[in-house]
């Protein structure tokens, strides 16, 4: 049987609840167009999203170890994906629609540029006076400006919903800033399990990674209460810790965590009598969360990760060494455009200098920017 876009949107009509985003009640685009025959239009926007220069680019894109550290650690691609798979269960657990929420996952880090947080924080450092550089803004423009597939129009031409949750993407390290997208509205379900899918991916993960690396021993998490609960629900002692275990340790994780978001939320979702999406944006608080117990344990690793990961020496050196590469090249793009690629110069008309030399940048992998550095830079290198 064909299941033409009119019985797509009638099983999800059958199968959302009722404050789920229904792709026939979207907005819309920008540009106006006929939608595929087999499709909704949020499936159709996360085809376009998987289709990107920027989203292949993420493969190479650092999380929290640079590329070339090894090939088990995640990068910014593999983060992108377990965010979007953590979504979409929640999504059809809650009611909510797994095609916008995977769509949001898919796209809200298409803005990361090269080496991670320590990247976005040196462009925006050297974009001060330029209207600074944030990672949720520029994946915003490069679906509505930076990527050119189309003829009839500059980015990708996603319909309302999607922009606006990346617009609205929010985690302790992200805050938005929504002033297009009606300001004073929240997020609707499907961008609030987008935002929390994002938070606990990364816990998850970078814990994981740590451990892997060795930058983080299992006696260095003596004491943190999910890891407690870890150890003794597989009866675990260490200080050794085998592949196995961790793998065990890291799934069960994610999938405490999942259980007790969903839980928490829908008793949120009945307390606050929510009838439409709508509704949902329309409260003074997110609906989606942790319970208490959880929120406290989530933030004592948080914490913990912190101090001994993300502030390890080996990451802080390679943040030192990510803030002279950027800044060497944004320099030296200001001082001699001609060393742009010609194709980039040509943009110069459209936008300013810095904004340009900027998106150039942003849009590097790791290698790319180390490997334009050295030729840049290395009098041995051939430019």
């Known amino acids: ?44 926007d996360r085809d376009r ?22 090939d088990y650690f995640r990068t910014r691609l593999t983060h992108t994906l377990e965010v979007a798979q953590i979504g979409r269960t ?18 809200h880090d298409l803005g990361h540029p090269a080496f991670g947080h320590s990247g976005e924080v040196v462009l925006n450092r050297l974009m001060k006076d330029h209207n600074g550089f944030d ?11 930076l990527e050119e597939r189309y003829p009839e129009f500059l980015g990708l031409n996603l319909t309302w919903e999607v922009r606006e949750g990346m617009v609205k993407h929010e985690s302790e390290y992200d805050i938005s800033d929504a002033t297009a997208y009606d ?24 814990l994981d990674d740590g451990l892997r690396s060795g930058m983080i021993t299992p006696t260095q998490l003596e004491g943190i209460e999910l890891w407690e ?12 810790l085998d592949d196995i275990s961790r793998h065990r340790m890291i799934r069960r994780l994610v999938g405490i965590e999942v259980s007790d978001l969903v839980s928490a939320t829908d008793a949120r979702l ?19 969360g942790h319970s208490e117990d959880m929120t406290r344990r989530n933030r004592e690793l948080k914490d913990f990760l912190y101090t ?47 904004r340009i030399a900027c998106d150039y940048i942003a849009g590097m992998t790791d290698r790319y920017a180390v490997d334009e550095h050295r030729k840049l830079f290395d009098p041995f290198v051939k430019p």
């Open 135 to 145: 990672h949720n803004k520029q994946s915003v423009r490069i679906v509505t400006k």
């Open 229 to 240: 609960i870890l150890s003794e629900t597989f009866n675990w002692s260490g200080p050794v």
């Open 49 to 70: 999203i998987l289709h990107t220069t920027a989203f292949r680019r993420l493969e190479y894109k650092t999380q929290v170890f640079i590329n070339y550290e090894g």
């Open 183 to 206: 300001p004073d509205l929240r997020g609707n379900l499907e961008t609030q399990i987008a935002n929390v899918a994002d938070e606990l991916a990364y816990t998850a993960h970078d």
């Open 308 to 354: 001994k990961l993300y502030r390890h020496p080996r990451v802080v050196r390679m943040a030192v060494k990510a803030e002279r590469i950027i800044s060497d090249l944004f320099q030296a793009y200001l001082e001699e455009p001609a060393i742009l690629p010609v194709h980039i110069q040509t943009l110069v008309e459209k936008r300013s200098l810095e």
């Open 270 to 288: 009945k307390e606050s009598g929510v009838a439409s999406s709508l509704d949902i944006q329309k409260l003074s608080y997110n609906l989606l």
């Open 1 to 44: 049987m064909f299941y033409d876009r009119q019985k797509l949107e009638e099983i999800e009509e059958q199968s959302l609840a009722p404050y789920g985003m229904h792709s026939k009640n979207s907005k819309g685009r920008v540009h106006p167009g006929g939608e595929p025959a087999y499709r909704t239009a949020f499936q159709r």
């Open 90 to 107: 929640i999504a059809r657990a809650l009611g909510g629609n797994e095609d916008l929420t995977e769509s949001i996952c898919l796209a």
